[in-house]
């Protein structure tokens, strides 16, 4: 009857979750090492993952990867590799940041350091609502934050990738605005803004890949701060005439004035 019937279906949905994981894991092996695949079993058998649906964007540091949550909420999922190339840059971003004193030396340590600096600069811009992803969970190499795109799993353009700017002057204006707000109140600098860091998504500009972003006492921090200035005037002056984009000084000096 009725009752057994939805007992089958219920083990049949459990059944083919189970074989869907299955196939998901053989198409992981041999691009995760062991590491990464304990904690991706253990993420999914908790249920904050139930499942991987596709790749967003294969790069040299990470992976990041569309998913799906609880109650199928749409996920990004960044998987940090655990390169040894990577991690001798990544160090003149960790080393003179006050909130990491112990780092270690092994690759994982410092790549797992790394990720987690990706989550507590997200918690602390989000804190001081700056617009970027939710951050949702961090474990060794692998974060979890909020999907940035459509419905059907289309991840958000990046500004790069925008042909058009309804109101490019407002739109650099943000962006000043949210470099400002991250130094005056987050204490961070992003360290890599540019358009390939900022998603535009329904009219908004999200920034993102703050992995690199350091706190506003460390030795580089005015020289990273002014670098993303830089980068974000000259992608707005390409949409801007130039009687109304600012000088990169002055935008820096401004912010150091408020100091
Ligand atoms: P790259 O090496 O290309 O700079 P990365 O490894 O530093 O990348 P990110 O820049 O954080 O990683 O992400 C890579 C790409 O994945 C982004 O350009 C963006 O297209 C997509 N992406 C990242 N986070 C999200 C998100 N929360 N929602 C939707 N898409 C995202």
Known sequence: DNKINRLEVKQ????????????????????FDSFTLVNLN????????????????????ANVYYALGEEDVPLAVKIYKIDPQNTKWMKNY??????????????????????KKEFKNLTQMKRHDILVPTPLLS????????????????????????????????EMNYILDQISKMYLNAHL???????FNILYFKGKQI???????????????????QRDIKNVLNYFSKFIDSKHVPDVKAVFEKILKNV
């Open 42 to 61: 253990k993420i999914l058998s908790k249920g904050i993952i139930n499942e991987f649906v596709g790749i967003i964007s294969a790069g040299k540091e």
């Open 94 to 115: 960790i080393i003179g940041d006050p909130r990491f004193k112990k780092i270690g030396t092994s690759t994982h340590k410092i790549i797992y350091t790394w990720c």
């Open 189 to 195: 600098v992003h360290g890599d803004l540019s358009e």
């Open 12 to 31: 049949d949905k459990r059944r083919m979750k189970s074989k869907r994981k299955t196939e998901e894991h053989a198409a992981f092996n041999g691009v």
């Open 139 to 170: 474990r060794d190499n692998i974060l979890v934050m909020e999907f940035i795109g459509e419905e059907n799993g289309t991840p958000a353009k990046r500004l790069k990738d925008i042909d058009e700017l309804v109101n490019p002057i407002e």
């Open 207 to 225: 920034i993102i890949d703050v992995s690199q972003a350091v706190s506003i006492y460390h030795i580089n921090a005015p020289v990273y701060l």
